[in-house]
Structure formats: C-alpha cells, structure tokens
C-alpha cells in the first residue's frame, strides 16, 4: 500500500486502515501455530477505532447532503467520502453520540466484527466459500468466510452469522458512462439475497436487470426495480452476468454455474480502485462489511423519510445494526 | 560517559560502564528462523545462562571459574549443554500446527547435583534435568566393554565394576511432561517460591501445577467469557510472587495487572487487587488499545514491587497502591507518532520483555535497532546501548547511543527514520547478583558487564 513510497511517515485514513487490519486478520488464519488470539483482538480493536471514526465521517457527510436536498431525494445517497485528510499520524476516533455511553457494548461488536473475520479453519464454512481461491483481501473485496446455513460453525455463536458477501460493484460502463460508478453489491449468504445500492437507491437485483449492465447505454435507462424485489442468488451467477458484460464466453445458465471464483471481480476491482482510489464504493462496500446495518439503515430511513438525517441518527443505527456480524472469535 | 549503576553492593550513584564481554552466535546476515533466540534467563546463582529458540532448541552456557591467570577476564560463559527441548507438533483434531518454539524457560532452584528448568513452547511444558556424568563404570559382568552382552555359561568369575574418569559429559533429559492442559498458547511459566509448584499461563487461563505430577493441574484463573463474542481482553503474563507462595499476579491485554491470593478462594477469578493506570484521553488513537498491552511483569527481587511493560513504557507499580504506578519510563516515545508504520509492518505487536537487577536498583528493556535501555531508579538516569559486532571488541566500552527525535542531527545521533525495526532486542536477562547482561539480538546473544577498575 503506502508502503513502497512512504517510509515512516505514514497517513493512513481510516478505510486503509480497515483494509490493513482486515488483510491481518486474514492471513493470521494461514499463520504457522494457529490463530493468535491475541494479536486478533487487538486487531479487532483498530478496526473498531477506524471504522467509529469512517462512520462518523460518512454519516457527517450524509447529513451535509441532506441539508442540501432537503425534498427527501437520496435517502443513503452513496457520497464521494470526502477525500481522506491528511489527518495526522494518530486520529483520534471521532466520538459518536453513542460512543461514551456505550463502549463496552460495542468493544464487544467490534470484537464479534473482528471475530467474524477470525474464522479459521474450525469453522464449518459452506464449501463455495472454501473453494473461493482468493484470499487475499484488496480493500474493497473481502471475502467473509461466515456459516450460512444451519451447518453454523464452530463457536457456538448463539445468533447466525450472515456473512456477506461482498462482490465489486458493476464496472462504471463500457463507454465511460458513470452510471454504475457507485453501486455497492451485496449477497447476504443467510438468506441468498442480492442486494445492490446504487446512488441513494435501493436497487434489488441491479445488476440482472439494469440494462445498462448488458448494453451500452448512455445514462439510467430503466426505473429501478421496486424495492424490495429479491431475487435468488445462485453462486456463479453473477460471476455470468460479469462475464456476460465483458464479452466473455457466457458459459452456463443461471443455476449451477461455475463455483464462485472471485478472482476475476478482483482483478476489475483493482483496476477500478486504482483509477479511483478514492471512490466510495470502495468505502462502502468496507462498511458492508461490517453493517448489514448499511442495508438495514437504508429502509429505515426510507420508511422515515421526512425525520431528519443527522449524525446522531445515523450513528445510532448503524452501531445498532450490527448484530448482523456476530460470530465469535474461535480460535480453535 | 556515564553508564548506569546497579547491582552487587554498590551504590546508586557510582558510575560505571558497560563493556562488551562476549557474543553467542552466527555472524552471518542471513538468519535461519530457527536460530532466532526467543527466551533468555539466568539461574539462581547466575552461574548458568539458559537460551531458547524458535527452533526449538535449548542451549545452556556456564560460567568458567574466575582462573587466576587472568584475573581481568571475569568468568566466561560457554557452552554446556544443548539440546532439542520440543518439537514442532500437529493437533490433528484441529488441524492446527504446534510451533515447537520456546516462549519461555525458567530454572528451578537448585537441590543437588543436577540443574533442573521448565521450557514450554505453546501447549506443552517440559522439566528437564541437566546433570553432569565424569565417571564410568568399567567391568561389568554380563556385558563386555563395548556392551555386548555375555554368555552366562562363559562366564567363569566374578569382579565388581570399577569407576573410571571419563570426559566431562553433560546430559539433559525430559523427566516430566506437562501437556494438555491449555487450549491456547502459553506465554507465561513461573515457578513458585515453594519450590513445588509452577504455574502457567495461556491467553484465557491458567493453571496450577505439582512439579511431581504431570497427569492433574488445576485451573486457578479463567477469564473465558461464556460467550466468546464477548472477549475484551486475554492474559498476557503471570508471575509468581518470589516470597508470598500464595500470592501471583497476570497481566491483561488491556494494561491491567490483577494480583491474586491463592489462598482467599480456590479459583481466583476475583482479584485481590487491581492495578490500573487511567488512560490519558488527550493520547487516544487508534492504537490506544495496543500499545497499553503488557508484554511482561516481574516482580523484584524485594517482592515489594513489580514492573510492567507496554510498548512504549516501562512502569514500576509498588504493591501496595494500585491506582497508578509509581515510577514510568518512556522507552521510545518517538515512536509514538510512526504507530502507523508499526501497524502496517507488525512491529506494534512486538512483545518486549524488562528485567530487574540484582539489587532492584535498575531496570532494563529493548527497543530496535538493536538498542537496549536501562533505567536507574534512584539517579532517575537513563541510557541506551546498542549490541552490535562493530562495538564487540573485547572489553570495550559501550558508548552509550541518541536517537534523534526531530531537528537537526547531531553528530553520532541516529534518526528515527534510520532505525532498524528488523533488528528488535525483546529478551534481555541481568545476573541475579552480579553486573552482567545477556541481551538476545535475533540470532546473536551478547554478553555485556561493568568494567572492573
């Protein structure tokens, strides 16, 4: 990362941070000895302190847009975050409204965020997840090993963990159109539903219906889908769909398709990272990491469109929803 | 140049130096990772020097007596014994690998001839019996010399074996086998002032031991939450008290010592006490959880204190107060703006061990670059050295070394960027009694004591 041009002075903003700390934890699952418990949890620590202090920023963000548009349009529009400051080496967490008065609660959250990830190979993890060949974590693409299912894996964690997961958002259009440039996709693995978020909208099923997708289109062709609509995700699917757009062999239908090889989906979403580093699909596709929140945020605030989006609101409910990430840390 | 006194009888304000005395070890710049040293301790009477590493190996050094040929060079440590303590292991129900690894060694008082310490890696501890054999016996009946054995019929009289000297032949073996009884690693093993039992310690709990009985241990602290997800922090380092046999402390990930009385209840889950500085709110980042981990505590020899490191201080509680320690020292406080850096490459996971000196007078603890620091407590003066081959001329002085925190660099000054965060020094050990040091630079132990006027 920051590693080949910056020596010691180093500014890492808050999502690098997310990104580093999960990358850790990630490859603490193939480390000689086993999982450290320790180190996780420590790990598991910075993420909570950089993702309180993302949120904050995003949700403050949010909210200026808000004032901006206050005829209730976007409800969770998806924001450029605003370009990470050249914050000083140590950031010091924003303290949301919640923060002082619920630490302990959210130590354990951030421990069970952390702890999701922490998945090792006691876990029983469904087998497509096993196949999954790519490790390795480039910020945005993460891949959460979580129990889908009722194989539930080790731990004994009471509630299930949904393990999402978490797939590029569709290219941003073969002819340059920006249409698709900030949409987050995501397939929650509990329930096999896609969910896909495209510039404030809910869209359900984006990226198989969005014609834009399969033909070059100029600009937001077809309405989007009503929200709410799910469709049923089959894994390689939209690995197809991907493909499809590319110009690659299609390959098969939609059920049974090829097992799910990230790989590919990395390798664009590299590419796309890299042209825009700063992109906030990147950061929040991050956030749907850790907040199934970020979906369950987003119908609330549709069925309340009129109260006013503020920090506080926000904050509350995306630390609230993260129940959705709940699995213990096993370490063996 | 002012070194930092301490030790023997001398008092706290003599100054003295430091000089090199000897190094252990390859000199090649490429480093096998079983080479890396990984634990470092004196024995009681300092007359013997136990290292470990990550290969699993134990190597022992003995001091030679003082000869009176030369009576400048102060009794040399060489080579004892050496010996494969533990194996790299596989749990197959877990699928996991076992580092055979040596995390820590701690030597038993010594009883007879023989010396005898514990070696633990992450799941299994090891009593070994190091024990000199300078005689054989010759002449036996049944079999002849070269141990064949012999025909009873040709046997036609009868002589009693002879003992014959023979070469100096040191033989360690495994006489008891300490093993599952820890889900997690192990990071801490001590033995108690009873000289009877030992504890130790993994991430989440630890345990009692009989140094006779190898089949039973019994759990004394378990901070496993019942739901996992609910983990805040983990053990880091347990100790015995050195006098009270009922008394040890642990301490926790999250800066926090608990001292515990074995004979208040059997399971001592609650404190007796609870040492705890508060955090400065003006110094969050981060990293604030990390860098208040302890990474060590021991007690002193007085048992009136014990001291903690986190990683960027070392703090000196005393035990009879337990809202804040009474003396800090900062280590490397430059380092507290590149926490960054030390993030992305790992090197705030360092776990850096400190150590007392004879007297409780001083304290030590490494840092990188190779750098080692010692405190004196009375003088409040601190100095740091480098253990590096250019300064390993015999007998030299060691010049006590600045790092630059900012501004212009003085000449002999090293800057923070320059600093070498591959070359850490987290096992130190000082004489039990005497000036002397061992200080574990990866591959490399270096031997350093005061110059003798």
């Keep these: 990362m920051l590693r080949g041009r910056r020596r010691m002075e180093c500014t890492l903003d808050a999502q690098s941070l997310i990104s580093i700390s999960l990358r850790k934890i990630h490859s603490s699952r193939t480390q000689r000895g086993g999982i450290k418990l320790h180190k ?31 005829d209730g349009a976007p409800l969770l529009a998806m924001p450029a975050c605003p370009p990470p400051a050249a914050a000083p080496p140590e950031l010091a967490a924003l303290p949301l409204p919640a923060d002082t008065q619920d630490r302990e609660a959210r130590s354990c959250a951030v421990v069970r965020g952390g702890a999701e990830l922490l998945e090792g190979p006691v876990c029983a993890a469904p087998p497509e997840l096993q196949r999954a060949p790519c490790r390795d974590s480039s910020p945005g693409f993460y891949r959460a090993a979580g129990s889908a299912g009722p194989g539930g894996g080790g731990g004994g964690g009471s509630s299930a963990a949904p393990g999402l997961l978490y797939a590029a958002g569709c290219d941003f259009g073969t002819g340059g159109v920006p249409h698709c440039s900030s949409r987050t996709t995501v397939l929650d693995l509990d329930t096999h539903v896609v969910t896909t978020v495209e510039n404030g909208y809910l869209h359900q099923d984006c990226c198989s219906q969005c014609p834009c997708c399969c033909q070059p289109v100029a600009g937001l062709a077809s309405p989007p889908p009503a929200p709410g609509t799910k469709r049923k995700y089959y894994p390689g699917q939209e690995e197809e769909e991907e493909g499809v757009e590319e110009g690659e062999p299609g390959g098969g239908g939609v059920a049974g398709g090829p097992p799910f090889a990230p790989c590919t989906k990395r390798a664009r979403f590299e590419e796309y990272s890299a042209e825009h580093p700063q992109d906030s699909s990147n950061i929040s596709n991050l956030i749907s990491i850790f907040g199934s929140g970020f979906t369950g945020l987003v119908s609330r605030q549709q069925a309340d469109s009129e109260q006013p989006l503020n920090g506080q609101l926000c904050g509350k409910q995306a630390l609230a929803s993260l129940g959705a990430w709940t699995r213990a840390i096993v370490a063996f | ?80 014994s050496t010996f494969q303590s533990h194996e790299p292991e596989f749990d197959y129900l877990k699928s996991l690998e076992i580092e055979e690894k ?59 074996p002879i003992l014959k000297p023979m070469d100096l032949m040191v033989e360690a073996s495994p006489r008891r086998i300490f093993a599952n009884a820890h889900t997690y690693h192990i990071n801490s093993i001590s033995v108690n002032s009873d000289h009877e039992t030992y504890l130790s310690a993994d991430d989440l709990r630890i345990n009692l031991w009989h140094l006779e009985i190898t089949d039973r241990s019994f759990n004394i602290v378990d901070i496993k939450p019942a739901n996992m997800e609910e983990l805040t922090e983990v053990i880091t380092a347990a100790e015995f008290h050195p006098h009270h046999c009922n008394v040890f402390v642990y301490s926790s990930s999250k800066g926090t010592i608990r001292l515990c009385d074995m004979r208040s209840s059997a399971l001592c889950d609650r404190h007796s006490k609870f040492f705890e500085e508060p955090e400065d709110p003006s110094s969050r980042s981060f990293f604030s959880e990390i860098i208040s981990s302890i990474s060590d505590v021991k007690f002193s020899h007085s048992g009136r204190y014990m001291m903690t490191r986190d990683y960027l201080s070392v703090k000196v509680w005393d035990l009879n107060m337990e809202n804040r320690p009474v003396e800090t020292y900062q280590v490397h406080e430059y380092l507290r703006s590149k926490l960054c850096s030390l993030y992305e490459n790992d090197c705030i996971f360092d776990k850096f061990e400190c150590c007392w000196n004879g007297s409780d007078s001083a304290i030590m603890t490494g840092s990188y670059n190779n750098f080692f620091r010692m405190f004196d407590r009375s003088t409040r003066r601190d100095v740091t050295l480098e253990a590096s081959r250019e300064s390993s001329k015999p007998r030299a002085v060691l010049k006590p070394r600045k790092v630059c925190t900012g501004g212009k660099r003085k000449k002999d000054e090293i800057s923070v960027d320059s600093l070498d965060f591959n070359k850490k020094i987290l096992h130190t050990a000082w004489h039990p009694m005497e000036n002397i040091i061992a200080v574990a630079a990866t591959n490399n132990l270096y031997i350093f004591q005061d110059k003798i006027n």
């Design chain 2, 1 to 80: 140049m002012a070194g930092v006194a301490g030790g023997g009888g001398g008092g706290g304000s003599n100054d003295f130096q430091w000089c090199f005395s000897q190094v252990k070890g390859a000199i090649d710049e490429d480093v096998a990772e079983a080479d890396i040293i990984s634990t470092v301790e004196f024995n009681y009477s300092g007359d013997l020097l136990a290292t470990g590493d990550k290969g699993g190996r134990v190597v022992i050094f003995q001091r030679e007596q003082e000869s009176k040929s030369r009576p400048h060079s102060r009794g040399e440590y060489n080579v004892y």
């Design chain 1, 40 to 70: 996780n949890l420590l790990v598991s620590y910075v993420l909570r302190n950089a993702r309180q202090l993302y949120l904050s920023e995003r949700y403050a963000e949010l909210y200026r847009r808000q004032q901006h548009y206050p």
């Design chain 2, 102 to 160: 040596i995390n820590k060694i701690r030597w038993l008082p010594q009883q007879n001839a023989a010396h005898f310490l514990l070696s633990t890696n992450d799941k299994t501890i090891k009593l070994w019996k190091i024990s000199e054999r300078d005689k054989r016996a010759e002449g036996y009946n049944l079999k002849d010399e070269d141990g064949r054995l012999r025909d009873p019929f040709r046997i036609t009289a009868l002589r009693v």
